[in-house]
Nanobody, 125 residues
Framework: QVQLVESGGGSVQAGGSLRLSCAVA????????MAWFRQAPGKEREGVAH????????VYHDSVKGRFTISQDNDKNTLYLQMNSLKDEDTAIYYC??????????????????WGQGTQVTVSS
């Protein structure tokens, strides 16, 4: 089993920054690929950023490229999402997700078995 717990959400003005954290526990082979997703009211859950645990290579949604950075600290078993230059449209509940890397489509929610409970990010202008 894999357990994921997000933290770090909050309210920020447009142009500001937040860093989300996701504490990870459980069998590493089941969580080697990890990602951040978000879901705004009335919208589908969308992939924001993905990281391959062994190589550290990353994938980003076009809307966040250059603004968001996904990273991991394996010693602390923590996944991060640094969000800069935040916009109103970044407002959503943000979730971390994990699964094996075999056959992975990085930003597809269907690929992930394990999910955190989510943390709210609100950006106001």
């Amino acid at each position: 089993q894999v357990q994921l717990v997000e933290s770090g959400g909050g309210s920020v003005q447009a142009g500001g920054s937040l860093r989300l954290s996701c504490a990870v526990a459980g069998d590493y082979s089941r969580r080697a690929c990890m990602a951040w997703f978000r879901q705004a009211p009335g919208k589908e859950r969308e992939g924001v950023a993905h990281i391959y645990g062994t190589s550290g290579s990353t994938v980003y949604h076009d809307s966040v490229k250059g603004r968001f950075t996904i990273s991991q600290d394996n010693d602390k078993n923590t996944l991060y999402l640094q969000m800069n230059s935040l916009k109103d449209e970044d407002t959503a509940i943000y979730y971390c997700a994990a699964d094996r890397c075999l056959g992975m489509r990085p930003l597809s929610a269907r690929m992930y078995t394990y999910w955190g409970q989510g943390t709210q990010v609100t950006v106001s202008s």
